[in-house]
């Protein structure tokens, strides 16, 4: 069910981005979801959950905002030992650009103090595109060449944009100076699938999130599906 709903969720991203100039060098954000489908059997089903994303350096690093007694923390807490993997919704997601472009993909637990280096097969399975611009920016920018400016009434410094596919129409609310979605709307043509992300800029933290996340213990991804 979380990987079905990230992937409805990259593909709305998907649909939603513009090719930009050079990205600020530092940007922070709160990134939140609200998934609502009405499935065949009557029951509607509500999907709600917050990301926080932080750019610096050649670095992105996005992890779930889990609320207070999460089970992941209270499992942890209380040692239990019926966790025996890593919940791939908690873990960090840590991606690194370097100068020749390529990308250093690591899922970060926090809990246990470790990093799980991830291949470009197992991208999917963690739900990224294995594109920077989404790494950094939440957006593929090829994308939003496809749209249209809508005439939408868009608050100053941005503009809507609309576009999608047969299967799901799509709308952005694009911030033109610093380069990142504000909000994206996603609707289906009989209206039984809805997916809104809000996006706020935040300030930068003082430290950054990954500055430990190096010295972690280092394992593969595989390790994590024994």
Request: charged residues 25%.
């Amino acid at each position: 069910m979380k990987h079905a709903m990230r992937k409805l969720i990259l593909g709305a991203l998907a649909a939603a981005a513009m090719a930009a100039p050079a990205l600020a060098q530092s940007l922070a954000l709160k990134v939140e979801h609200d998934i609502t489908v009405l499935g065949a059997d009557g029951v509607t089903r509500i999907n709600r959950f917050s990301e926080r994303l932080v750019r610096q350096d050649g670095q992105s690093w996005v992890v779930r905002i889990l609320p207070p007694h999460a089970h992941e923390d209270e499992e942890h807490q209380a040692g239990r030992k019926e966790h025996k993997h890593m919940d791939l919704a908690a873990a960090a997601r840590w991606v690194v650009r370097g100068a020749d472009g390529q990308l250093r993909v690591r899922l970060v637990n926090l809990h246990e103090q470790k990093t799980y280096e991830v291949g470009a097969p197992d991208y999917a399975n963690i739900g990224f595109d294995g594109k920077w611009t989404t790494a950094s920016q939440l957006l593929d920018p090829e994308q939003l060449r496809r749209m249209k400016p809508a005439a939408r009434p868009a608050p100053a410094g941005a503009r809507w944009y609309e576009g999608g596919t047969q299967t799901a129409r799509v709308q952005v609310l694009w911030d033109e100076k610093e380069r990142y979605p504000r909000r994206i709307e996603s609707t289906n043509p009989r209206g039984t699938s809805r997916s809104i992300t809000a996006v706020t800029r935040e300030p930068m933290p003082a430290v950054a999130p990954w500055a430990q996340a190096g010295s972690y213990a280092q394992k593969d991804y595989s390790d994590l599906l024994d």
